[in-house]
C-alpha cells in the first residue's frame, strides 16, 4: 500500500465508528479498542479553540503558584518530559505510592496554600490516580479541599468521579473537544494533557504557545512522510525491537513514554510477534532497528512534539503492515484481577534479601535463552540506588541487556508486551524500608499507599511467575 493511500485510510478512518469504514480501510480492524474510536489524535484542533478552553482554565486556577499533576503512564510520562524543558518552574509531576514520591515534591513547595492539584485518568478511576489524590487531600483544610483540585477526565467519567468523593472538585474533558477518542498514550501532544501543563511553563503567553503549535503542525506532512518511509524499511521484521533516538539530553526523561508508545500499542498483540524498546543505545544492541527524524528543530517543545507525532505516526503505518490493534492493551487487565483477589487474602510478607543474594536466585531461575533482564523498582529510588542496581546487574550478566525501569508506572507503559515475549526475565524489587511518617499525611493513608504497591508488584509476579522473580531488597 503506497503512503497515500494508507494515510488517507487513517484520516478517513478518524472520527468514524468501525460500521462506517470500507472493509478495505486497515483501521476498521486495528484502530478501535473493541468498538469504541481512539483515532482522535489524528485530527488537529483549531489554536482557537485551544486557547478559548485555557482561558477558562485561568478562570479556575486563579491565583493559584504550584501545580501538581498527578496521573499514571500515559497520563503523566508526556507532562514529566515538558518539565525537564524548564529549568525554574513550580510544576510536579507525581506518579508514585511510595511516599518518598510525594515527600520529594512537599519539600519543594513552601506555600501550600497556592497549591492547585491535577488529578489525571481517562477513565476517572486509576487506583494509583485516586490514592495519591487522596493523599494529597489531606494537605489542605477540609472545608478548603475542592479549591485545590481540578480533575481531567473524560466526561462520561465525571460521575464516577462523584462517587468516588470528588463531587465538590472542578472537572475538565481531556480532549478540547470534548471527545473521548484518544487513548491515554496518544494523549500528547494532543490534548490538555500536554497543553495546559505547556501554557503554564510559557508564563501563561497565548502568543508563544501558538507560534509553537503552528510550527508544530507545519512539519506534520514531512513527518508523515519519513515515517512511511521507516514502515516500509522495517515491515519484514519479525520482531517490533525499536531504538527510538531522540536528544541525549532528555533520554532518561524521554524513555517511559517512548517504552509505552512502542510496547503498549505493539506487545502481546499476536503470537509470535513481540515488541522491544531501548532509548539508551549501546555496542550491543545492533538487534533494535533505529528511527531518527531528520527534522532540524530549534525550539525544544516543538522537538518534543514533532518526536511524539513521528514515533505514533509510524506506529499507526507499522501496525497496518503487520496488522496488529497499535490502539488497545487487554493484557493489562490481568494484573488488575490478581490484585482483586490477593486484596481478600492475609498479606503475606517476603524476606528482604541483599543485592547479591538476589543475583544469586535470578541466576538460578534465568533462561539462558531469555536476552534481557527488566528490573522493576516498586519503590521511589535515589539516583545512586538505581546505579548500584544497574551495574551489579550488568556485572553479573554480562551478556545480557539490562533494563532498570520504575514501577507501578512499569505496569502502565510495558506490562502489556510481556505476554508473548520469551527473552525477557523480570526481576520485581521491592524496598524492605519505605518511609512511614510524613505530616501532616495520615499514617494510614500512607500504610494504605505502601500496601497498595506491594499488592501490585505481587500481582504482576503472579501473573508473570514462569519468567520471573519478586524480592524485598535490603539495602
Not at 5 to 28: H, I, Q, T, V, W
Not at 449 to 462: F, G, R, V
Request: aromatic share 14%; hydrophobic share 40%.
Amino acid at each position: 500500500m503506497d503512503k497515500n493511500e494508507l494515510e488517507r485510510y487513517l484520516f478517513e478512518a478518524e472520527g468514524k465508528d468501525k460500521s462506517e469504514l470500507s472493509l478495505e480501510n486497515p483501521y476498521r480492524e486495528i484502530g478501535f479498542d473493541g468498538e469504541k474510536k481512539r483515532l482522535g489524535w489524528v485530527r488537529n484542533i483549531p489554536f482557537l479553540k485551544i486557547k478559548q478552553y485555557l482561558e477558562k482554565i485561568l478562570e479556575i486556577i486563579g491565583d493559584k503558584e504550584n501545580f501538581i499533576f498527578v496521573g499514571m503512564g500515559g497520563s503523566i510520562n508526556g507532562i514529566k518530559v515538558l518539565l525537564s524543558l524548564f529549568k525554574e518552574h513550580s510544576l510536579y509531576a507525581l506518579d508514585n505510592l511510595d511516599p518518598a514520591a510525594t515527600e520529594q515534591i512537599l519539600t519543594k513547595i513552601k506555600n501550600i496554600d497556592k497549591t492547585l492539584i491535577i488529578p489525571i485518568s481517562k477513565s476517572g478511576t486509576t487506583k494509583e490516580t485516586q490514592l495519591l489524590s487522596f493523599t494529597l487531600k489531606e494537605l489542605f483544610k477540609k472545608e478548603s479541599r475542592r479549591e485545590h483540585f481540578l480533575m481531567l477526565s473524560d466526561p462520561a467519567s465525571f460521575t464516577k468521579l462523584d462517587s468516588l468523593g470528588w463531587s465538590g472538585a472542578e472537572k475538565l474533558p481531556i480532549q478540547f473537544d470534548g471527545e473521548a477518542d484518544i487513548g491515554g498514550r496518544f494523549s500528547c501532544p494532543h490534548t490538555l494533557i500536554f497543553f495546559f501543563p505547556l501554557f503554564l511553563l510559557l508564563n501563561r503567553d497565548f502568543g508563544k504557545l501558538q507560534v509553537i503549535y503552528q510550527t508544530y503542525i507545519s512539519h506534520q506532512e514531512e513527518i508523515r512522510n519519513q515515517a512511511y518511509c521507516f514502515t516500509q524499511k522495517y515491515k519484514e521484521k519479525k520482531s517490533a525491537y525499536f531504538y527510538p533516538v531522540v536528544k541525549k539530553s532528555l533520554q532518561e526523561v524521554f524513555s517511559s513514554w517512548c517504552y509505552q508508545i512502542f510496547q503498549e500499542s505493539l506487545g502481546g498483540k499476536k503470537e509470535g510477534f513481540s515488541a522491544k524498546t531501548i532509548v539508551f543505545q549501546d555496542k550491543n544492541d545492533n538487534m533494535f532497528l533505529p528511527l531518527e527524524l531528520n527534522l532540524t528543530i530549534d525550539n525544544s517543545a516543538v522537538y518534543i512534539m514533532c518526536q511524539m507525532y513521528f514515533f505514533q505516526i509510524f506506529i499507526a503505518f507499522y501496525a497496518a503492515a503487520q496488522k496488529v490493534n497499535f490502539v488497545n492493551q487487554d493484557f493489562v487487565e490481568k494484573y488488575k484481577n490478581v490484585m482483586k483477589k490477593l486484596e481478600a487474602e492475609s498479606p503475606e510478607e517476603i524476606v528482604p534479601l541483599k543485592l547479591d543474594h538476589v543475583i544469586e536466585e535470578v541466576q538460578r531461575k534465568i533462561d539462558t535463552d531469555c536476552h534481557f533482564i527488566e528490573v522493576v523498582l516498586y519503590f521511589y529510588p535515589r539516583p545512586d540506588v538505581v546505579c548500584k542496581i544497574k551495574d551489579t546487574f550488568r556485572g553479573a550478566f554480562k551478556d545480557r541487556r539490562i533494563f532498570t525501569v520504575v514501577g507501578s508506572d512499569w505496569n502502565h507503559h510495558s506490562y502489556q508486551a510481556t505476554f508473548g515475549d520469551e527473552n525477557t526475565f523480570y526481576v520485581f524489587l521491592l524496598s524492605s524500608a519505605y518511609l512511614t511518617e510524613l505530616f501532616p499525611i495520615s499514617v494510614d493513608t500512607l500504610s494504605r499507599n505502601i500496601e497498595t504497591l506491594k499488592l501490585i508488584s505481587k500481582a504482576t509476579h503472579s501473573t508473570l511467575a514462569d519468567k520471573s522473580l519478586l524480592f524485598s531488597l535490603s539495602f
